[in-house]
Structure formats: C-alpha cells, structure tokens
Nanobody
Framework: QLQLVESGGGLVQPGGSLRLSCAAS?????????????VGWFRQAPGKEREGLAC???????TYADSVKGRFTISRGHARNTVHLQMNSLEPEDTAVYYC???????????????????WGQGTQVTVST
C-alpha cells in the first residue's frame, strides 16, 4: 500500500526558511516510483479549509498558489521517491499542518492544487513565530 511520510516541519522565526520532504514507499510495482505520480503540497491551519500550495507533474511542470508564489518551490528530490517543498520568507500566516498527496498520472504535464488526490500523508507541523 502506497504510503507518504512528510518531514522537515518545525518552529521557525518569521523570515526564515524550511524544506519539507515527502517520502513515498509501498508502490504496488517497484518499477513505477514517485516519478509516475503527480505530487501536490497542501496545508491546513486550525479552523480553516485545506489549501493547495504547489504541485509538480510527472513531466516537471509546476503550479503554485498565489499565496506562496515566489516564496515556495516544489521539486523532485535526488533521492528516489521524494519530493521537496522549499519554503522561504515564512510568515506567521504560513503556520499550519502541511501535507503531501499523490496521484498516478504518468507522462502528463498536468497537476492540480485542488485536493483531488487519492493518497495523502499524515502531515507535518510548521509553526512560524517569534
């Protein structure tokens, strides 16, 4: 069963940076790793709806929400079956639980920051505060 584990969250001061990682395992066919999946990053703050932040397609196309454009960067990791979210210039409003999610979508330039993903991780807490 496909499993996603987020890591890299923590407490950071305003203006600081964090890099989140999403590690995938449990592929039904080990020959088809995360490179065959579109990956999205989302967050959810207390009392708010889940917000799509960024996604990367299997051909490398990326999409960003306006709220993070220019500050966050999604990329596929050098390590197999990982995707990162580099977050710079963090603000208190970025405080939330951050999730990654994946959809099987090989050789497609399309990804979405809508929460239309089949597989989700458990999330990692990011707190931006002095």
């Amino acid at each position: 069963q496909l499993q996603l584990v987020e890591s890299g969250g923590g407490l950071v001061q305003p203006g600081g940076s964090l890099r989140l990682s999403c590690a995938a395992s449990g592929f039904s066919n080990p020959g088809y790793g995360l490179n065959f999946y579109a990956v999205g990053w989302f967050r959810q703050a207390p009392g708010k709806e889940r917000e799509g932040l960024a996604c990367i397609s299997t051909t490398g196309s990326t999409t960003y929400a306006d709220s993070v454009k220019g500050r966050f960067t999604i990329s596929r990791g050098h390590a197999r079956n990982t995707v990162h979210l580099q977050m710079n210039s963090l603000e208190p409003e970025d405080t939330a639980v951050y999730y990654c999610a994946v959809n099987w979508n090989p050789r497609s330039p399309i990804c979405t920051i809508l929460p239309q993903y089949a597989n989700w991780g458990q999330g990692t807490q990011v707190t931006v505060s002095t």
